[in-house]
Nanobody
Framework: QERLVQSGGGLLQPGGSLRLSCAAS????????MGWYRQAPGKERELVAG???????KYADSVKGRFTISRDNAKNTMYLQMNSLKPEDTARYYC?????????????WGQGTQVTVSS
C-alpha cells in the first residue's frame, strides 16, 4: 500500500533551522509534483513550496529566501530545508505527492509534523 512518511519537526527558537523529510513507499511507478503545505490553528492549509518532476520549484512569498525544497527521485523522497525560522512559521506541515500507481495518478498526503517556533 502506498504511503508517505514524514520525519523532522519539533520546537525551535526563532532564527533556527530545521529539515523535514517525506518518503514515499509502495508500488509507485513514478512521482509527478511534490509539495509541502502547512496549516496553523484557525487558518486554512496553504502551499509552502512545490517541486515538479523536472526540478522546477515555487515558494510562498512568506518563505522565499528562507526555505528550500528538494527531492531525491531515486529514493522517492522530498525535503524541506527551513532556515531563519520565525514564530509565524509555526504550523503543522504536510507533504503532498502526486504519484502514478498502476497507470493512474493519485494524490497522497503525509501524516503531518508539527513545527513550533518560539522563544
Amino acid at each position: 500500500q502506498e504511503r508517505l512518511v514524514q520525519s523532522g519537526g519539533g520546537l525551535l527558537q526563532p532564527g533556527g533551522s530545521l529539515r523535514l523529510s517525506c518518503a514515499a513507499s509502495g508500488s509507485i511507478f513514478s512521482i509527478n509534483a511534490m509539495g509541502w503545505y502547512r496549516q496553523a490553528p484557525g487558518k486554512e492549509r496553504e502551499l509552502v513550496a512545490g517541486i515538479t518532476s523536472g526540478g522546477s520549484t515555487k515558494y510562498a512569498d512568506s518563505v522565499k529566501g528562507r526555505f528550500t525544497i528538494s527531492r531525491d527521485n531515486a529514493k522517492n523522497t522530498m525535503y524541506l530545508q527551513m532556515n531563519s525560522l520565525k514564530p509565524e512559521d509555526t504550523a503543522r506541515y504536510y507533504c503532498n505527492v502526486e504519484a502514478v500507481v498502476g497507470g493512474w495518478a493519485y494524490d497522497y498526503w503525509g501524516q503531518g509534523t508539527q513545527v513550533t517556533v518560539s522563544s
